[in-house]
């Protein structure tokens, strides 16, 4: 028995430095360096531009697009995520879109009726210098798991650190 002790001990002191190893299995992702931007656009939308506004950009195909319309009819402005329908009188509607790839965003407007039989107030409210907010979100996967919800402007900008254009 004692000749089986050493080996024992040897054994087993084996078995402890061979399963014991300092590799951790973490994978560290880097942080997207491109930090989240945006920027204000005022468009008159009329049929000289095809009632849409075209705004080029550089972005990854996995990269967001935002774009918010800033709302004047409160008693202070808002910025509401757009697509958008407006109801008008007579069953009319009116909406706000937008489209993007890596190269361009292009927000526009379109309805079901004729938009030259709108009045002059209607034209002032909804086509004439009318403010977007382009907001451009880098795909970050990081920041999947918690994302803000993106009808919400304020949780936006407090999410991604975003400074107020000038």
């Known amino acids: ?3 089986l002790f050493p080996i024992f001990i040897f054994a087993m002191l084996s078995f402890f430095v061979v399963s014991c190893d300092n590799n951790d299995d973490v994978v560290v992702q880097q942080p997207n360096t491109v930090d989240a931007s945006m920027k ?6 009329n049929s000289s531009n095809n ?5 080029p950009i550089n972005i990854l195909t996995s990269d967001v697009v935002l774009v918010y319309r800033k709302d004047n009819s409160g008693t202070s402005p808002a910025w509401q995520l757009i697509p958008k329908t407006y109801y008008l009188s007579g069953g009319r509607e ?7 790839d890596s190269k361009n965003i292009e927000v526009y ?3 079901n009726f004729d938009p030259a039989t709108m009045t002059a107030a209607e034209n002032a409210l909804y086509h004439n210098s009318q403010t977007f907010r382009l907001v451009i979100i880098p795909a970050d996967p990081a920041k999947n798991a918690n ?4 009808n919400d402007y304020n949780a936006v900008v407090k999410y991604y650190n975003l400074k107020e254009p000038k």
């Open 1 to 3: 028995m004692k000749k």
């Open 40 to 45: 204000d656009v005022t468009v008159s939308f």
């Open 94 to 100: 009116l909406d706000y879109n937008f489209l993007f």
């Open 51 to 55: 009632y849409s506004y075209v705004e």
């Open 109 to 111: 407007a379109e309805w």
């Open 147 to 150: 994302k803000p919800d993106y």
